[in-house]
């Protein structure tokens, strides 16, 4: 399967753990982003990144929340001291910029986080 | 304002009909636009993508854009139970690498 891959789908988490969401992106592509939705809500963008670079971070919430992209391996967002407000999917996306197709995005399947 | 409209719906239409998913914005310089189908508890999957203005042919599915009104469409023809999912419009400047989403619109396709 070529597609982006994510995991774990579906993550319980107690108030005040970490919660690792990883994401392996579409076979060739260079760049991933971070997406959130609420419940009966739209996607909210939170990061974007190429590997070893964070491009754009502006809907990142300023503390716990943190997404990076190792030059070897998946990228990860990464969320400390989880609140039940964090309970969400939260869906990566990736692309290849520069090819014909590079401006559009393809998503994972998602993570469920739960806090419970 | 948003740069991307979409009316939420949800949109209950017969099956066999024909739907009308549409979206406004207000960015000219986007290029690239997008049209998703999200089934619950599952991700966004690539339906239609089109760049600039004109029509798309894929099936059962047509995505129009009309840049002079800043209004894209999607139209699904003899519709189905399984195409009863949220649908969003998505577009992007070139080489800007960011993409703007519609809330996404709720179609139940009824058999």
């Known amino acids: 399967n070529a597609g982006v891959m994510q995991n774990p789908r579906h993550l319980v988490r107690r108030r005040g753990q970490e919660a690792r969401l990883r994401c392996s992106p579409m076979?060739?592509?260079?760049?991933v982003y971070w997406y959130r939705q609420l419940p009966e809500e739209g996607l909210k963008f939170m990061v974007y990144?190429?590997?070893?670079?964070?491009?754009?971070e502006s809907g990142m919430p300023k503390e716990r929340f943190s997404a990076e992209f190792p030059k070897e391996g998946p990228s990860i967002l990464r969320i400390q001291q989880v609140v039940r407000g964090d309970s969400a999917a939260y869906f990566c996306?990736?692309?290849?910029?520069?090819?014909?197709?590079?401006?559009?995005?393809?998503f994972g399947e998602g993570s469920w986080l739960t806090v419970v | 304002q948003k740069e991307v409209e979409q009316d939420p719906g949800p949109l209950s239409v017969p099956e066999g009909a024909i739907v009308s998913l549409n979206c406004t914005y207000s960015?000219?310089?986007?290029?690239?636009f997008m049209w998703y189908r999200q089934y619950s508890r599952k991700g966004p999957e690539l339906l239609m993508y089109?760049?600039?203005?004109g029509n798309k042919e894929d099936g059962r599915f047509t995505a129009q854009v009309d840049k002079s009104s800043k209004y894209i469409s999607l139209f699904i023809r003899d519709s189905q139970p399984s195409d009863s999912a949220t649908y969003l419009c998505?577009?992007?400047?070139?080489?800007?690498?960011?993409?703007?989403f519609g809330s996404g619109t709720k179609l139940n396709v009824k058999p």
């Open positions: 076979k060739g592509h260079s760049h």
């Open positions: 089109t760049y600039s203005s």
């Open positions: 996306a990736s692309s290849h910029p520069g090819t014909v197709a590079g401006n559009t995005i393809y």
């Open positions: 998505a577009m992007s400047i070139p080489n800007f690498n960011k993409f703007y």
């Open positions: 960015n000219s310089a986007f290029q690239y």
């Open positions: 990144l190429q590997k070893e670079n964070i491009i754009d």
